[in-house]
C-alpha cells in the first residue's frame, strides 16, 4: 500500500522508535575501527559475560555465578538454545495466552509438543497458579514459557504471582524458561521481579534477557540466556554449533550497555514509553467497539477487546484487521497471531504523531462501521 503512494501508519512493529544509545552505537564503531572483528568464544567474550552477569544483578537483583549466562545473537536465539538443551522428543511444555508468536514454533523445533493455556482477560492476562496445576498435571507437562511484562498485552505479574507460579513449577517438576526482555519497561508502580530471583526455583529457572527493548538495540542481535551451569553450557555448545559466536561488534557495544552508569537514560526512554501509553489509553477509551481492559502496564503493546465489534460486522479479528489496514490505512495485528482471537495489538512504541493520526483513523473507521 505504501509502495503504491498510499499513507499508512503502522503501529505493528514491536521495535523501540528511538536511536540506539549513543555511547552503545560508538562502541560498535570502535570495534570495526580498531580491527575488533574476529572470532570471540562461542558463548561470548569472557568479559561480557562477567559484565553481563553484573549488569544483570544490578538491573534485576539476580546473582548469577561464572557459567551461569551465555551471550547469543538476541533474545530468539536465546530462546532457541534454551529449548533446544532442555526438551526432549514429545515434552509437552506450556505456554500461556497471549503469547509471542514465535514460542510454539520453537518449542516443535526442538522436538517438543507446545501446549496453549487460552488467555484469560478476566484475570488480567497473568496465568493463575490452579490453572497450571491442573495443564501440568493434564498434559503430564515437562516445562513453561513464561513472559512477563508480557506481550503482546503488556500484563505484568507481581512478584506473588510469579512466586506462586513457581511453586507449582517445583511441585509439578516443570522447568521455567522466563522471558524477561521487557523487563525494565514497566509502569504506573507496577513492580517486575525476575522469575530468577526467587531462591528456591533457581535450579530449574532459565532467563532470557539483554537490551534489546530497553536500549533499542534491536538490530544489533545481542541478547543473553543465563540458568542452572549444566543447561547454560549446553545451550553454549549447541550455539557453537549453530551460530559460530554472537557478532562480535555487537558485543562490544553490549559490553558498553552492560559497564555503562545510565539509569537515567532508561528511565527517560521509559517515561516516553510512559506518556505514550497513557496517551493511548485515555484517547481510545471512546471509541466504540475497542475495549482496553486491563491497561497495559509494561512492555509497550495495548491489547483491545474486539470481539462484540466483530460480532456486529460478521468477522473475526484477522478480517477486522484487514478492514482496519484497507480502509483507515492503520496496520495492527489481529490477536489470532498470539492465539488471542478476539482481540487486536496495537504497539505505541511510535512517535506521538503517528499515534495521534492512528487513533483518529480507528475512531473514523469505528463510527463509519457502527
Known amino acids: 500500500?505504501?509502495?503504491?503512494?498510499?499513507?499508512?501508519?503502522?503501529?505493528?512493529?514491536?521495535?523501540?522508535?528511538?536511536?540506539?544509545?549513543?555511547?552503545?552505537?560508538?562502541?560498535?564503531?570502535?570495534?570495526?575501527?580498531?580491527?575488533?572483528?574476529?572470532?570471540?568464544?562461542?558463548?561470548?567474550?569472557?568479559?561480557?559475560?562477567?559484565?553481563?552477569?553484573?549488569?544483570?544483578?544490578?538491573?534485576?537483583?539476580?546473582?548469577?555465578?561464572?557459567?551461569?549466562?551465555?551471550?547469543?545473537?538476541?533474545?530468539?536465539?536465546?530462546?532457541?538454545?534454551?529449548?533446544?538443551?532442555?526438551?526432549?522428543?514429545?515434552?509437552?511444555?506450556?505456554?500461556?495466552?497471549?503469547?509471542?508468536?514465535?514460542?510454539?514454533?520453537?518449542?516443535?523445533?526442538?522436538?517438543?509438543?507446545?501446549?496453549?493455556?487460552?488467555?484469560?482477560?478476566?484475570?488480567?492476562?497473568?496465568?493463575?497458579?490452579?490453572?497450571?496445576?491442573?495443564?501440568?498435571?493434564?498434559?503430564?507437562?515437562?516445562?513453561?514459557?513464561?513472559?512477563?511484562?508480557?506481550?503482546?498485552?503488556?500484563?505484568?505479574?507481581?512478584?506473588?504471582?510469579?512466586?506462586?507460579?513457581?511453586?507449582?513449577?517445583?511441585?509439578?517438576?516443570?522447568?521455567?524458561?522466563?522471558?524477561?526482555?521487557y523487563g525494565s519497561l514497566v509502569y504506573e508502580g507496577a513492580e517486575f521481579r525476575s522469575a530468577g530471583s526467587f531462591a528456591f526455583a533457581r535450579d530449574r529457572v532459565l532467563l532470557v534477557g539483554g537490551g534489546t527493548k530497553s536500549h533499542s538495540m534491536t538490530g544489533w542481535r545481542i541478547g543473553f540466556l543465563a540458568g542452572p551451569k549444566e543447561i547454560v553450557a549446553a545451550a553454549g555448545r549447541i550455539q557453537s554449533q549453530v551460530l559460530g559466536n554472537p557478532c562480535t561488534i555487537s558485543q562490544a557495544a553490549a559490553l558498553a550497555m552492560c559497564e555503562a552508569d545510565d539509569k537515567a537514560d532508561v528511565a527517560a526512554r521509559r517515561a516516553a514509553f510512559d506518556e505514550r501509553r497513557r496517551w493511548v489509553v485515555e484517547h481510545t477509551a471512546g471509541i466504540d467497539g475497542f475495549v482496553l481492559r486491563p491497561a497495559p502496564l509494561g512492555a509497550f503493546y495495548a491489547l483491545f477487546d474486539v470481539r462484540d465489534l466483530c460480532a456486529r460486522l460478521g468477522t473475526d479479528d484477522v478480517g477486522l484487521t484487514q478492514r482496519i489496514l484497507e480502509e483507515a490505512h492503520v496496520a495492527l495485528v489481529p490477536g489470532a497471531a498470539f492465539h488471542a482471537p478476539g482481540f487486536i495489538r496495537l504497539s505505541y512504541a511510535a512517535s506521538m504523531a503517528d499515534l495521534q493520526r492512528a487513533v483518529d483513523r480507528l475512531a473514523k473507521f469505528a463510527t463509519r462501521v457502527q
Open 1 to 181: 500500500m505504501r509502495a503504491a503512494g498510499l499513507d499508512v501508519v503502522s503501529l505493528a512493529a514491536g521495535e523501540p522508535d528511538f536511536p540506539t544509545p549513543d555511547y552503545v552505537a560508538r562502541a560498535g564503531s570502535r570495534a570495526i575501527e580498531t580491527g575488533d572483528t574476529r572470532y570471540t568464544a562461542t558463548s561470548g567474550t569472557p568479559v561480557l559475560r562477567k559484565a553481563a552477569r553484573r549488569w544483570w544483578q544490578q538491573t534485576y537483583g539476580v546473582e548469577l555465578a561464572d557459567g551461569e549466562l551465555i551471550v547469543t545473537a538476541g533474545a530468539k536465539p536465546a530462546l532457541h538454545m534454551a529449548l533446544l538443551a532442555l526438551v526432549d522428543d514429545g515434552d509437552r511444555v506450556l505456554i500461556p495466552a497471549p503469547l509471542w508468536v514465535s514460542y510454539p514454533d520453537l518449542v516443535s523445533v526442538a522436538g517438543g509438543v507446545p501446549v496453549v493455556i487460552p488467555a484469560a482477560p478476566e484475570r488480567g492476562f497473568v496465568l493463575d497458579p490452579e490453572t497450571l496445576r491442573a495443564q501440568a498435571r493434564q498434559h503430564a507437562a515437562k516445562g513453561l514459557i513464561l513472559n512477563y511484562p508480557n506481550n503482546p498485552s503488556g500484563a505484568v505479574a507481581t512478584p506473588a504471582q510469579i512466586e506462586a507460579l513457581l511453586r507449582v513449577a517445583v511441585e509439578c517438576g516443570l522447568w521455567v524458561l522466563s522471558d524477561e526482555i
